[in-house]
């Protein structure tokens, strides 16, 4: 039977570790009987008395060949800190690539990862890396596949280049991890090295890109004896500084803030944490981007304040985890702003009081997660423009099968505080559970998941019925079966979503079906663009683990997806065609081809709430190439060509980028986006009351222009002390002509939709200008305290050259507007224990 000798830098009395092939890779971990140095050399004592671990094999671009270099780690441990060495064999010391960034962003540098599944439930694992640079990043593995970059642990590394290559010495708190109290523990272990001008990667043991798994492929690390169920405590209070210049017509008024708030996370048992936070502010969070919404539905934006980042994939639930649970709904923007007197200041965000959730693992492989919070109420002037409201959400779910089935539960709830004024505008409350399960089978290559949720939404006469005629519902259509019920005070529904999936191999593929009855409505906790809908989704992968040609990477993909409303309307039928590679010298390329309202199908939300409009065919191409990012100037470019309503509508957009490193210390990225767009069936405007015989339903020809810029400048001094720039200069403008009304919408002709408007059409034309940009200091002056000062800026104008574009003279506009200006600082202090 094979076995695997290690070699190593200096002799040692530890032996190798011995793997039988056949068996799970293994490993023992010794205890220290003096703790090692943080200093990334392997002179201390604890490392000449850990056995090391060799073997390392290449899974890419080749999976299971031999590395190109070796590779070995070692791992000790004492009562409070798991300790782990790994050096990394390099003749060319010289050529390795260490590039300085803020934590957790990824360059393209070498790396390792220590990846650690502390349960031993081969689902889950926390993973700590390192590139020679010293910039760390942490993430926490779920779901045995996927990856939650925004968790973070306060822990130590220290790497060092020197002749032999170059090492990274780690020192992991077990307070950081979680685990049963038991006499003896077993931890799963990979660890995984990167070789960035090789784009090679490798692993111990071997990690199999054929397979969809990652925890599962750990090996065994034992040894651990007596380890201690540490009572994790951390605190980290902060204070904060607002200086606010905001413009108004008559003058700009400054105002002062000072706040204090804190952090907490408390390890309750070995396996529960509790995290909150209260009076947060996120005022180090870069803005969202610029955009125009010209459609009927709400725009989606990622979550980016820490807080509601970290440890969140717990919530998930179902294939669409943002149905039921969109944490941005906490903390948003005040629904009732409309109401605001002429004048008056009105908030961006809704204040929150406190958050805080409870997760972690309880006996039989349960997974738990429980979260609250509470918003103030958000006034203008003497006007509420948002209740106090709090929310509520728990989920659990139980693995069955050493983690291939699992099957699990959630439930949300939202309260408001609703005064007279609110009430004939928001909802009071609103409810929502569902159930989910998946199964594995076939060595976990094949897939079966499933979800099942209900909604209940209470409120008054007048509220209820906003939702019903809300873009989400639209039940005021005149062409369905729906009805506006004037005097309903709740509205129910369910969602169903069934999948089956092939999740491993050379050929991979999905079926699924989805259906959101007409009631359903999660927009409270969660985030649903429509309801009253079917999709019947497939698609089939080609995803080669070895190289093909001069690819290093590649697949090939082919998506079918059809959409319906629960009365079976055709609403969207796409065929789509897609090919990425990476090239072996690091260029990427990618080509998407799509044809979108292929054959008979009718769009019911493109009047906004008036009949079904058939829609045309659009074929659409979309193109990105990038050039291998290692490179000191490494340019991007993107883009888009759109053909529709038989030729009379055209959309093309281009993004040329570049991403330029001056020095190892220093990122710069500059872009721009132009887009061309020309829509001949762009909604404006509904005249009439919405059912009656004599409304309008005004389409038009939209001419649109948009040129916007985004620049980053990264300049990371230390691995913990970093300066970053962000800015956005967005100008569009849009034009209308040719403004027609419905005539016979569902007509198979383009040209007999629609027949001239006689009428005075509504002005919708409009110019929109806006400028965001930030610069932000980042202090890690010990770790997990931090200190920010931040500089933002905001211009924002509408009413100037309504209708026309042109670039110079936007943009210089634009900059002579008067500036919203804020300067921020916040500093915390970590305490923990």
Known sequence: MPCIAAQTAKSSAAQPVVVAASARAAASAARAEQAPSIDGRDDDAAWRAAAPIAGFRQFDPVEDAEPSMRTEARVTYDDAH????????????????????????????????????????????????????????????????????????????????????????????????????????????MIIRELARRNERVSWPLLRRSRNAIASQFGDLGGFAGLGSPRRLEIAPYALVRNVGAVRADDIRRSQQGTLGADLKYGLTSNLTIDATINPDFGQVEADPAQLNLTAFETFFEERRPFFLEGMSIFQFGADPEQLFYSRRIGRAPQLAGLAPDGVDVPGASRILGAGKLTGRVAGGTSLGVLAAMTDRTEAGSTTIEPRTTYGLVRATRELRQGESAFGAIATIVDRALGVGESPYLRSGAYAAGVDGRHRFGQGRFEITGSLAASSVRGSADAIARTQRSSVHQYQRPDDDLAVDTLRTSLTGTSLRLMAKKVAGLVRGTVSYQRVTPGYETNDFGFLARADEQILNTNLRFIPTKPVGPWRNASLEFYQQHHFTTAGLPTGALYEAYANGSLKSGAYMSVDSW?????????????????????????????NIAADPKRRVSPQFAAIYTLGDDGRSLLWRVRPYVIVRPSTRLGIELGTRYQYNRDNTQWVANVGQIGADSTHYLFGRLHQDLLSFTGRMDLTIHPALSLQLYAEPFVTAGHFTDVRELAAPRAKSYDARFRPYAGQAPDADFNEKSFHSSVVARWEYRPGSTLFVVWTQGRDQSDRDVGSFDASRDYRNLFAARPENVVLIKAAYWIGR
């Open 82 to 189: 798991l300790y782990v060495f790994v050096r990394a064999f390099d003749p060319r010391p010289d050529s390795i690539i260490a590039l300085l960034s803020r934590r957790d962003v990824r360059t393209a540098s070498d790396q390792i990862k220590v990846m650690i599944d502390s349960y031993h439930d081969r689902r889950t694992g926390f993973e700590f890396a390192v590139n020679p640079a010293g910039v760390k990043r942490d993430y926490y593995t779920y779901d045995d596949s996927q990856e939650d970059g925004s968790w973070n642990a306060v822990w130590d590394v220290a790497t060092h280049i020197d002749s032999l290559g170059w090492t990274a010495e780690f020192r992991i708190p077990l307070s950081q991890l979680r685990y049963p109290p038991a006499a003896s523990h077993t931890f799963g272990v």
């Open 595 to 623: 044809v979108d309202n292929a054959g008979a199908v009718y769009c019911d939300r493109c009047a906004r709430g008036g009949p079904a409009l058939r829609l045309s065919p659009t074929f659409n191409t979309l193109v």
